[in-house]
């Protein structure tokens, strides 16, 4: 990830999986999943101990994002130049 963000996203969700979300006044579709995974939420921060779930998906034409669920917040955490 080139940018790092921690910006509201509204995500639409099909079967838990990301199928487009919305940043900015603008509506980006999720052509492909390229990964996700669980991490460890930094309760030292003072955020709510639990997991968080992070998304790498690829619109198209507009590229890579990395977003973030944790309970029913998501978040967008970087964009790959």
């Known amino acids: 990830m080139s940018r790092r963000y921690a910006e509201p996203v509204l ?5 838990g999986t990301p199928v487009r979300f919305r940043r900015r006044h603008r509506t980006y579709r999720v052509v492909e999943v390229l990964g996700w995974w669980l991490e460890a939420v930094p309760w030292w921060r ?6 968080r779930e992070v998304w790498r998906v690829e619109t198209c034409p507009d590229g890579v994002f990395e ?12 964009i790959a130049d």
């Open 46 to 51: 003072g955020e709510p101990a639990g997991q």
């Open 11 to 15: 995500v639409w969700c099909r079967s």
């Open 67 to 78: 977003l973030s669920r944790h309970g029913a917040d998501w978040v967008l955490r970087g």
